[in-house]
């Protein structure tokens, strides 16, 4: 997580706001989750709400000064009126979101700001959340969300009066047809290379059990690709479908959209369908620029070039992180190869042959790069300046797939065929052989993973024909290298392997 002082800081910013009630939907479906509270009880969010229970959930720390002052002694007359104190119409969760902070619910020392069981009495608090938080996308305390049936997200700041919370609560829309399906959302990445496989969110909004359903993928007007559905989902439970890759050398406007539920036509087609405008990113030339400027908590991120067959051809960062793996300042932390923060790094890429490569990225945090804690961004770019991928706000991880379409006029003067190295792997010495088409003024230069150049044989002419030269590696670590011949019609490069 984020270090104490920066939620604290994060915190305080709520206190300066007007507390008149505002709200904001949230068209998106709310995340599961499965938490015990501290008297041992558990709570299974989806449970409540296949009861037909509303549930409002209370994101709080316990060195939150809003949440203390303001958050309590207004969430408090909400439990009481309409909690198990009350009418019992809706489900009331508290939901501490500092995990470093588990045994200070109770203690009046810093960082806790009181006893929060006296403050809260018979609200249940959970204060092991895990990714809970990060799934509904806390970035400050206090937050509240109210959870309706249907699973849709309605989200308060600050808390709610008692007359919005009991409107929003029972006033929510029901499905009330025999077989309806809703399309939620489209979630595939929408930067694509050569081919894209649509995936998206559909919801069961009808009052039958879903155990079938086709969806189609149209392109341009036409069906592209088609999903038969088979299982066994309840009113209001969501399912993500994932299509096959559908070949597109174009930019591409898909809809995905049912086309019938249960063997049947669709109750209610007023929601059938989702769109998404998918970007085919073409690289003109084969020397790719990747540019990232980091946020306050740099040693939180990494980043990779990956071809077609998953071989990572360059990286930047700290490479501790992984996908998904939120490990903290304390494994990550003091890894030399970390970058430093609020610091612009610009990276020359050379990439080994035309096709298809992904330029991924993450944040250990889960909260990418930009904009609340510093202003970090990352641009991609071929060697004409086209824009391969950018962007900073990301969550967890980016992925933005591009193509390699030419290597630029080299393939003039060098004969491809022949460009060559022996051996490979190498070990402390290996030749780079290749014949030219005629005499040509050429840089060789040997390339680390993350874009740097390691070594480079000087400029100088080389004649038409065969040529070859040796390469000193004995001061090269073990790895994956970049041989790059660099001529003035364009350059070509190939990989070598240092075992030592």
Not at 56 to 76: E, K, R, T
Request: aromatic share 12%; net charge negative; hydrophobic share 35%.
């Amino acid at each position: 997580m984020k270090n104490f002082l920066q939620l604290v800081a994060v915190c305080f910013a709520f206190s300066v706001f007007t507390f008149n009630t505002s709200k904001a939907q949230v068209t998106q479906i709310a995340p599961n989750f499965t938490l015990t509270d501290l008297d041992g009880n558990v709570h299974h969010l989806y449970d409540y709400l296949d009861q037909g229970k509303p549930v409002f959930l209370d994101f709080f720390a316990v060195w939150c000064g809003p949440c203390w002052n303001n958050g309590n002694p207004d969430i408090m007359p909400l439990f009481n009126a309409y909690g198990p104190n009350g009418d019992n119409s809706i489900v009331f969760l508290a939901l501490e979101a500092d995990d470093g902070t588990d045994d200070n619910l109770v203690n009046t020392a810093r960082p806790s700001l009181g006893n929060w069981f006296a403050a809260m009495p018979d609200v249940p608090i959970i204060n092991q959340t895990g990714d809970t938080p990060n799934d509904y996308g806390i970035t400050g305390y206090p937050s509240y969300f109210l959870i309706t049936p249907n699973r849709e997200i309605t989200e308060y700041f600050p808390s709610p009066s008692g007359a919005t919370l009991v409107n929003d609560a029972t006033n929510w829309v029901a499905g009330t047809t025999a077989d309806n399906v809703s399309m939620v959302s489209y979630d595939g990445n929408r930067r694509f290379c050569n081919n894209y496989s649509p995936v998206a969110t559909f919801q069961n909004y009808g009052t039958n059990a879903l155990t079938s359903a086709t969806f189609e993928v149209v392109n341009n007007g036409n069906v592209v690709e088609t999903f038969n559905w088979t299982g066994n989902l309840s009113q209001y439970n969501t399912e993500t479908i994932t299509f096959g890759d559908v070949v597109e050398p174009m930019n591409a406007n898909v809809e995905v959209r049912v086309a019938s539920v249960n063997g049947n036509t669709d109750t209610e087609p007023s929601y059938d369908a989702v769109s998404a405008v998918l970007q085919a990113r073409k690289a003109t030339t084969q020397y790719i620029n990747v540019r990232v400027t980091t946020d306050d908590y740099a040693y939180e991120t990494y980043w990779e070039m990956v071809d077609d067959m998953g071989t990572v051809v360059a990286s930047g960062g700290n490479n501790l992180v992984m996908p998904g793996a939120q490990q903290g300042g304390g494994v990550l932390g003091g890894n030399p190869n970390a970058y430093a923060n609020n610091t612009t790094y610009n990276v020359e890429v050379p990439l080994p042959a035309t096709g298809c490569y992904n330029f991924k990225i993450y944040d250990d945090y889960g909260d990418g790069i930009c904009c609340g804690y510093g202003s970090g961004s990352f641009l991609i770019t071929d060697s004409n300046g086209g824009v391969l991928s950018n962007g900073g706000a990301f969550g967890a991880q980016a992925d933005d797939p591009f193509e390699v379409t030419a290597l630029v006029g080299v393939e003039e003067i060098v004969d491809e065929t022949s460009f060559s190295i022996m051996p490979n792997p190498a070990k402390n010495q290996f030749m780079v052989e290749f014949d030219l088409v005629k005499n040509t003024d050429m840089t060789i230069g040997v390339y680390n993973m993350m874009g740097q150049k390691v070594q480079e044989v000087a400029n100088t002419s080389y004649g038409l024909g065969y040529n070859n030269v040796t390469i000193n590696a004995a001061d090269l670590a073990s790895g994956v290298y970049m041989v790059t011949l660099h001529t003035a019609e364009g350059n070509t490069t190939q990989r070598v392997t240092i075992a030592k």
